[in-house]
């Protein structure tokens, strides 16, 4: 019986699969015959082997791997700043309630700025370069990670925090071995949704103001209407954003096969 279900679940994803495979098939090929059929104007729409071609013009004349480099660095850095602090801050909340009142009202203050409405502001304090991008990076993505973290340690079980107290654990092992095991759940849904929204923070910022990266491509190709650049440059923000998205998946796997072995699928 584990057998056959074993394999249904095997074939219905292998079907699940193909559907995507043909949407994504069927939407290139409408797009490549919409094109050369003149149905719709180069300018709003470029095809797929447009695309093909100018990717293999930039990699001829390495124009794409600088720009995404530098994009690359800034979402790390910003991503794993967020990370860092937004975990540890929240464990500090839920270990010192008093804190978390505190500094709370703050935090919930600088959330509420709108990142359009800063971004010159930042462009003013730490210039067009590498600082403002990954400070633009921590505000897309810390509080998510904060209030995350906040919310799944408080959803710690009483009784695992009961039993730690018989044990007499110190605050520094209920810390680590009570939790934030018990909020890996909430903690990586918040690094994943943030996964994402790093990526969009980098470009938005250099769209507004750099002198490289993703974002600073886009504005070049739109000046010039240079659509299949445009579009090849949204692939490739899509294709980095589904990778990251990808890699935060695999560490919580890894996470829990190390914590929680029962929630492995």
Same mark, same amino acid.
């Given at each position: 019986?584990?057998?056959?279900?074993?394999?249904?679940?095997?074939?219905?994803?292998?079907?699940?699969?193909?559907?995507?495979? +043909?949407?994504?098939?069927?939407?290139?090929?409408?797009?490549?015959?919409?094109?050369?059929?003149?149905?719709?104007?180069?300018?709003?729409?470029?095809?797929?082997?447009?695309?093909?071609?100018?990717?293999?013009?930039?990699?001829?004349?390495?124009?794409?791997?600088?720009?995404?480099?530098?994009?690359?660095?800034?979402?790390?850095?910003?991503?794993?700043?967020?990370?860092?602090?937004?975990?540890?801050?929240?464990?500090?909340?839920?270990?010192?309630?008093?804190?978390?009142?505190?500094?709370?009202?703050?935090?919930?203050?600088?959330?509420?700025?709108?990142?359009?409405?800063?971004?010159?502001?930042?462009?003013?304090?730490?210039?067009?370069?590498?600082?403002?991008?990954?400070?633009?990076?921590?505000?897309?993505?810390?509080?998510?990670?904060?209030?995350?973290?906040?919310?799944?340690?408080?959803?710690?079980?009483?009784?695992?925090?009961?039993?730690?107290?018989?044990?007499?654990?110190?605050?520094?092992?209920?810390? /680590?071995?009570?939790?934030?095991?018990?909020?890996?759940?909430?903690?990586?849904?918040?690094?994943?949704?943030?996964?994402?929204? +790093?990526?969009?923070?980098?470009?938005?910022?250099?769209?507004?103001? +750099?002198?490289?990266?993703?974002?600073?491509?886009?504005?070049?190709?739109?000046?010039?209407?240079?659509?299949?650049?445009?579009?090849?440059?949204?692939?490739?923000?899509?294709?980095?954003?589904?990778? /990251?998205?990808?890699?935060?998946?695999?560490?919580?796997?890894?996470?829990?096969?190390?914590?929680?072995?029962?929630?492995?699928?």
């Amino acid at each position: 019986m584990a057998v056959r279900t074993k394999r249904d679940k095997r074939t219905k994803n292998l079907w699940i699969r193909v559907v995507h495979i +043909a949407f994504v098939a069927a939407l290139l090929a409408g797009m490549q015959l919409a094109v050369s059929k003149d149905w719709v104007s180069g300018v709003f729409l470029a095809s797929p082997s447009q695309i093909f071609q100018e990717f293999v013009y930039m990699a001829k004349e390495n124009t794409l791997w600088p720009h995404l480099s530098v994009s690359l660095q800034e979402v790390a850095a910003g991503y794993l700043i967020s990370a860092g602090a937004g975990i540890g801050l929240g464990v500090l909340f839920v270990s010192f309630p008093l804190l978390e009142k505190l500094i709370d009202p703050l935090m919930a203050a600088i959330m509420a700025i709108p990142k359009t409405a800063i971004m010159p502001l930042l462009i003013v304090w730490f210039g067009i370069g590498f600082k403002s991008k990954v400070i633009l990076v921590i505000l897309f993505c810390f509080f998510n990670i904060l209030y995350n973290t906040v919310t799944g340690s408080k959803q710690t079980r009483m009784e695992h925090l009961k039993l730690a107290k018989v044990f007499e654990a110190s605050r520094a092992q209920t810390v /680590f071995k009570v939790l934030l095991p018990s909020a890996l759940p909430s903690i990586f849904n918040g690094l994943r949704v943030t996964a994402a929204t +790093a990526i969009t923070g980098v470009v938005f910022a250099e769209m507004a103001a +750099a002198k490289n990266g993703l974002g600073f491509l886009l504005n070049e190709s739109q000046a010039v209407l240079n659509t299949p650049r445009l579009y090849l440059i949204i692939i490739v923000v899509t294709v980095l954003s589904v990778l /990251f998205v990808g890699l935060v998946n695999l560490i919580e796997r890894l996470a829990c096969r190390r914590w929680m072995p029962g929630r492995i699928a």
